[in-house]
């Protein structure tokens, strides 16, 4: 049987818990961009873990989303982490040519050491 002192302790780390993924999981809400509504601690990975489809095809259903279609980009989490799909061409485009050296950090990459293609 579980003592007062480990309940009050385990009580606490789930309140923490609770409040990181509400921090974590209202960066979208906070910046007033669009989103796709993410589970806790999984975020939109869903599809990775039930291996129901693939990540590029989520992507694509969440491009495609009529939920979204006045938005210019769409804020989904990849486990806590968020990230941004872009939808208007212009956007894209500005950031993929014009603002290249500006965004760093983009998802889709390889690690060219192990692969062959990359």
């Not at 589970?39 to 095809?57: A, D, E, K, R, W």
């Not at 486990?79 to 950031?95: F, G, M, Q, W």
């Amino acid at each position: 049987m579980l003592s007062v002192d480990t309940a009050c302790l385990l009580a606490a780390l789930l309140v923490l818990i609770y409040i990181w993924c509400r921090y974590t999981y209202g960066y979208w809400k906070r910046n007033k961009i669009p989103y796709v509504t993410p589970l806790p601690l999984i975020g939109n990975m869903q599809v990775l873990l039930t291996m129901s489809t693939s990540f590029y095809l989520y992507l694509s259903d969440i491009y495609k989303d009529a939920r979204m279609s006045k938005a210019a980009a769409v804020g989904i989490y990849i486990l806590n982490r968020p990230a941004l799909v872009l939808r208007e061409p212009e956007l894209i485009k500005s950031v993929l040519i014009k603002e290249f050296p500006k965004f760093v950090n983009r998802s889709g990459g390889c690690y060219p050491h192990n692969d062959a293609l990359g």
